[in-house]
């Protein structure tokens, strides 16, 4: 019997389950494969460090060169983590001609073209499937399932931290901070959480994601993004009034040649589908030209989701080299030729709809004086609420308005004139409503 040998970088939260997956279903992926998987290397910071897995038949170093100068490694897996290093390990990898599988999301969103370059140059697969929803199997959906698609939409909640705080705060009317606090005592948010909370994972997730679905390279650092720190349980009870919930989405877009990619909290209805992923699942709702809505869901992290994708992405490269052919699809679902050079959309050029949260002074005139400088911006108003008026005129009062589509730099203008005046009481609160393309009639 055939085996590929693998080279494992890194034994944390993902390569340790990837080691036990390949184990645990050993006979079930030799059936499906026809030949064997084993680890034979791995590269750690800390060797000696004690493992909660068996590390029998496998050597430990922490010597690169062990796995990537080593000729009877057929995979590198990539599951340290950072950018650097794991740049590192996957470039020199490539050059020795070994196919790689990573889960690094931040190195391909944010080294994309150094390494997708090289990936094309040399023409070798690497899978990356592990690096957004965890063990949601999108990635392939984009690059197989709808590979006859014009991806119209992307609309993603990716990022399991938030959507668990998002969900517990709309159950319990609770504050960020003690939702937070509680997430890490459990486990579900990092001792520092700023790539979770602020929106730079689900960021990386969706460079990741644009660029598969638009065939380039997005440059990174041009996609906006804002999480989920400012949300007060008040937003989310005047949301639920006007019949949407709060979701840290990802969106993209392909505009006039332009993509549109952002990351936000946003006002989804209550009614469709994304409204009721909760807790830290994961789901990404994808828009085709032909096949229209479709939806993934599951779990979009953790040791056995992830490191199940990650086995995905080991037979479906050790199919590859059974047959000794070459990576069967482009690793950015279009061929080289045809990969193209896209501009991410500024924010300010963007459409949509908006909740504008005002607290004001309880004054004669103040409405009036709102909708003025709007409708002067070009914005036309939906809706309206104001909740309570306070007996104490000093206590500022909330007014909330949904406008209709309007151009996110013309909302930024009106706040921008109104932000001054004389009975503002605080910052406005802007969030953004998303709205679909049409879903499936019957
Ligand atoms: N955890 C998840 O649920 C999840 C989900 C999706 C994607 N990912 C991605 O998967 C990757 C791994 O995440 P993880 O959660 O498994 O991380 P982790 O638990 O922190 O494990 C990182 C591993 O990499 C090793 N390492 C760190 N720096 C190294 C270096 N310079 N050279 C060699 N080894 C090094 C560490 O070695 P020692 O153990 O010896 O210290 C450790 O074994 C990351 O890119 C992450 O974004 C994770």
Same mark, same amino acid.
């Given at each position: 019997?055939?085996?590929?040998?693998?080279?494992?970088?890194?034994?944390?939260?993902?390569?340790?389950?990837?080691?036990?997956?390949?184990?645990?279903?050993?006979?079930?992926?030799?059936?499906?494969?026809?030949?064997?998987?084993?680890?034979?290397?791995?590269?750690?910071?800390?060797?000696?460090?004690?493992?909660?897995?068996?590390?029998?038949?496998?050597?430990?170093?922490?010597?690169?060169?062990?796995?990537?100068?080593?000729?009877?490694?057929?995979?590198?897996?990539?599951?340290?983590?950072?950018?650097?290093?794991?740049?590192?390990?996957?470039?020199?990898?490539?050059?020795?001609?070994? =196919?790689? *599988?990573?889960?690094?999301?931040?190195?391909?969103?944010?080294?994309?073209?150094?390494?997708?370059?090289?990936?094309?140059?040399?023409?070798?697969?690497?899978?990356?499937?592990?690096?957004?929803?965890?063990?949601?199997?999108?990635?392939?959906?984009?690059?197989?399932?709808?590979?006859?698609?014009?991806?119209?939409?992307?609309?993603?909640?990716?990022?399991?931290?938030?959507?668990?705080?998002?969900?517990?705060?709309?159950?319990?009317?609770?504050? !960020?901070?003690?939702?937070?606090?509680?997430?890490?005592?459990?486990?579900?948010?990092?001792?520092?959480?700023? !790539?979770?909370?602020?929106?730079?994972?689900?960021?990386?997730?969706?460079?990741?994601?644009?660029?598969?679905?638009?065939?380039?390279?997005?440059?990174?650092?041009?996609?906006?993004?804002?999480?989920?720190?400012?949300?007060? =349980?008040?937003?989310?009870?005047?949301?639920?009034?006007?019949?949407?919930?709060?979701?840290?989405?990802?969106?993209?877009?392909?505009?006039?040649?332009? *993509?549109?990619?952002?990351?936000?909290?946003?006002?989804?209805?209550?009614?469709?589908?994304?409204?009721?992923?909760?807790?830290? !699942?994961?789901?990404?709702?994808?828009?085709?030209?032909?096949?229209?809505?479709?939806?993934?869901?599951?779990?979009?992290?953790?040791?056995?989701?992830?490191?199940?994708?990650?086995?995905?992405?080991?037979?479906?490269?050790?199919?590859?080299?059974?047959?000794?052919?070459?990576?069967?699809?482009?690793?950015?679902?279009?061929?080289?030729?045809?990969?193209?050079?896209?501009?991410?959309?500024?924010?300010?050029?963007?459409?949509?709809?908006?909740?504008?949260?005002?607290? *004001?002074?309880?004054?004669?005139?103040?409405?009036?004086?709102?909708?003025?400088?709007?409708?002067?911006?070009?914005?036309?108003?939906?809706?309206?609420?104001?909740?309570?008026?306070?007996?104490?005129?000093?206590?500022?009062?909330?007014?909330?308005?949904?406008?209709?589509?309007?151009?996110?730099?013309?909302?930024?203008?009106?706040?921008?004139?109104?932000?001054?005046?004389?009975?503002?009481?605080?910052?406005?609160?802007?969030?953004?409503?998303?709205?679909?393309?049409?879903?499936?009639?019957?």
């Amino acid at each position: 019997m055939r085996t590929f040998k693998i080279g494992l970088f890194g034994l944390g939260v993902v390569g340790s389950s990837v080691v036990s997956i390949l184990r645990k279903n050993q006979d079930l992926i030799y059936s499906r494969l026809g030949a064997g998987l084993e680890v034979t290397h791995a590269v750690t910071a800390n060797p000696a460090k004690k493992r909660e897995i068996s590390l029998e038949g496998i050597k430990v170093s922490s010597d690169p060169a062990d796995i990537l100068d080593n000729p009877d490694i057929d995979i590198v897996v990539e599951l340290i983590g950072g950018i650097t290093t794991a740049a590192d390990v996957v470039l020199r990898a490539m050059d020795a001609g070994k =196919p790689v *599988v990573t889960a690094n999301k931040a190195l391909l969103a944010e080294k994309s073209r150094e390494i997708f370059h090289k990936v094309y140059e040399k023409g070798l697969p690497i899978g990356m499937e592990a690096s957004v929803a965890g063990g949601i199997p999108v990635l392939r959906s984009l690059k197989e399932g709808l590979s006859g698609e014009n991806i119209l939409e992307i609309t993603g909640i990716v990022n399991g931290t938030c959507n668990y705080i998002l969900t517990r705060m709309t159950e319990e009317g609770a504050p !960020f901070a003690e939702v937070l606090a509680d997430a890490q005592r459990l486990g579900y948010a990092e001792a520092d959480p700023s !790539f979770d909370v602020d929106g730079v994972d689900a960021a990386h997730k969706l460079a990741i994601l644009v660029n598969l679905a638009y065939g380039t390279m997005v440059p990174y650092g041009d996609i906006y993004y804002e999480g989920i720190r400012g949300i007060t =349980p008040e937003d989310i009870a005047y949301a639920g009034a006007l019949g949407f919930t709060i979701k840290l989405l990802a969106i993209g877009k392909l505009e006039n040649g332009r *993509v549109e990619a952002r990351v936000h909290p946003t006002l989804v209805a209550e009614d469709h589908l994304l409204s009721s992923v909760n807790g830290v !699942f994961n789901a990404v709702f994808l828009t085709g030209d032909n096949v229209d809505a479709t939806m993934s869901y599951g779990r979009g992290a953790g040791g056995l989701p992830t490191g199940s994708a990650v086995v995905s992405d080991i037979i479906d490269i050790a199919r590859n080299l059974k047959l000794g052919i070459p990576a069967k699809i482009p690793p950015l679902s279009v061929i080289r030729e045809c990969l193209a050079e896209r501009a991410v959309m500024p924010i300010q050029d963007i459409s949509s709809e908006y909740y504008l949260r005002f607290q *004001v002074r309880d004054q004669v005139g103040v409405l009036a004086t709102i909708t003025r400088v709007m409708g002067e911006n070009g914005i036309s108003i939906q809706s309206m609420l104001q909740p309570s008026v306070s007996e104490h005129p000093d206590e500022p009062v909330q007014v909330i308005i949904t406008t209709h589509r309007a151009r996110e730099s013309d909302v930024q203008n009106s706040l921008k004139t109104l932000e001054p005046m004389e009975f503002m009481a605080g910052g406005t609160q802007l969030i953004r409503i998303e709205r679909f393309q049409p879903e499936l009639k019957d």
